[in-house]
């Protein structure tokens, strides 16, 4: 058994040029090409929705991904292998709008195989870099890594947005189609070099029959996340990230149009409002980074995700009032305390995810951050769809439209608040988790060799 050195900062921010490099292929997959579908191609909205929704459901595989290398000794190819199938997703898609133009059946065929590879890429390259880090950072550094990566997702997000818009104006398919694959070549060129060498490196026989040996592996697979399964903190944390996650997104689609019924907002200003919500998000996430590092000591990550639950229904009950006493109400303030709220919850239970991966079975941390990944996404696709339908079921027997938007804060709310509970339950004190270092897991002795560093 050999043992491979913490990630240092280093280290840590290449990790997160792989999150960049993803964040890029999806917010093109997610963003422009659904504005493309609705405006320039007027398909109904819920044909990109529904899409979206298809990539979110295939998150259930997450925990095969994270089994995979588990069993495989290696996540780095299995992360390439992800953010390759991202790549030919999101090329797909994008050529899939051109089809759609000429031929709806053809594009729509074509849109749902590239939105199935979106899917797969997402879970498996996803999964296991955050496998990758749960298992080779050092404690003392879970909470700045988590912040780090995820803002680095953002920023991938950011400039993606900003460079591609450039190159798509003037605007036609054949664009869209080049701009979409160029940043495909380029988010995977720059996931090869973030993680050469961060692996130790195997024979390139075990490196690469990883894939098919775990997929043929289907009754250990069950067995292993049977196991996981099994496991009460596992269990009660999987609970746990569903509903709190639930909570988190419900409020992602009618922020905005809550913000033009109760106060008038027009379109300019709803937007404005949610990139103060993003500040606040950034905010939280630097906060916790800061404070729940060890020398600071100000909070455990266990604390910090459970009052970022509390805070967050806090702040909800916040946007109720502003409903109420609508437009005599600081909605700007209350809408970045929502996103401080939201954002030191979110880093903090990425870290706590981080350090509670491995205190279980040894060798399962994949399938844990599967599992959990999984309830993450699974969660988040019907969050933004139950808040929505939800506000719009509600509007029916209200008199003032805002009042159903009230109604949907409320229930975020009280999930939060009910997230709290079970995470008081779930959660162990990461603080107080055995310190096990990375280890290279057991390989078939017919494929292993003596790693080479």
């Not at 938007?405 to 079970?422: G, P, R």
Request: net charge positive; hydrophobic share 55%.
């Amino acid at each position: 058994m050999n043992q491979a050195p913490p990630l240092g900062w280093i280290g840590i921010i290449r990790l997160g040029f792989v999150q960049t490099a993803l964040g890029s292929i999806v917010v093109l997959t997610t963003s422009t090409i659904n504005r493309v579908m609705v405006v320039e191609l007027a398909l109904a909205a819920a044909i990109p929705g529904a899409l979206v929704a298809w990539h979110y459901a295939l998150q259930f595989l997450r925990p095969r991904w994270g089994y995979g290398a588990d069993t495989g000794g290696r996540r780095t190819p299995w992360i390439l292998f992800g953010i390759a199938t991202l790549g030919i997703g999101g090329t797909g898609a994008a050529l899939a709008v051109a089809v759609t133009a000429a031929n709806f059946w053809a594009g729509m065929a074509l849109a749902v195989v590239a939105f199935t590879f979106v899917g797969i890429g997402v879970g498996a390259s996803g999964t296991n870099l955050l496998a990758l880090l749960a298992t080779r950072v050092d404690p003392a550094r879970r909470a700045p890594a988590a912040t780090i990566v995820w803002m680095m997702m953002i920023a991938g997000f950011v400039v993606t947005t900003i460079v591609a818009s450039k190159f798509l104006d003037p605007f036609s398919m054949t664009r869209l189609v080049a701009v979409s694959g160029s940043v495909a070549v380029l988010a995977f060129a720059v996931s090869c070099l973030a993680l050469w060498g961060i692996e130790p490196s195997r024979a390139p026989h075990a490196q690469t029959n990883q894939v098919a040996t775990s997929a043929r592996d289907g009754g250990a697979f069950r067995a292993a996340l049977s196991e996981v399964w099994n496991e009460p903190q596992s269990r009660r944390f999987t609970i746990f990230v569903f509903v709190s996650m639930l909570a988190y997104s419900m409020q992602d689609l009618i922020l905005e149009p809550f913000a033009g019924f109760a106060f008038g907002l027009n379109p300019a200003q709803s937007t404005k409002l949610a990139g103060h919500q993003h500040l606040g998000v950034f905010m939280g996430m630097a906060l916790v980074a800061i404070a729940a590092h060890p020398r600071i000591g100000f909070g455990s990550l266990r604390s910090w995700t459970i009052g970022g639950c509390l805070a967050s229904a806090v702040a909800l009950l916040g946007l109720v009032l502003a409903g109420l006493f609508a437009p005599n109400f600081p909605l700007t303030a209350t809408v970045i305390a929502l996103g401080f709220a939201n954002g030191a919850f979110a880093v903090a239970a990425i870290g706590t995810m981080m350090a509670l991966a491995g205190a279980g079975r040894a060798n399962s941390e994949g399938m844990r951050m599967g599992l959990w990944g999984a309830a993450q996404a699974i969660a988040f696709g019907a969050g933004g769809f139950v808040g929505a339908a939800a506000a719009d079921l509600i509007r029916t027997v209200v008199l003032e439209p805002a009042d159903a938007f009230t109604v949907v804060f409320a229930a975020e709310a009280i999930l939060f608040i009910a997230a709290a509970v079970l995470g008081a339950r779930a959660i162990a004190d990461p603080a107080q988790l055995p310190k096990r270092p990375f280890v290279e897991p057991d390989i078939p002795r017919a494929v292993k060799s003596e790693p080479v560093y």
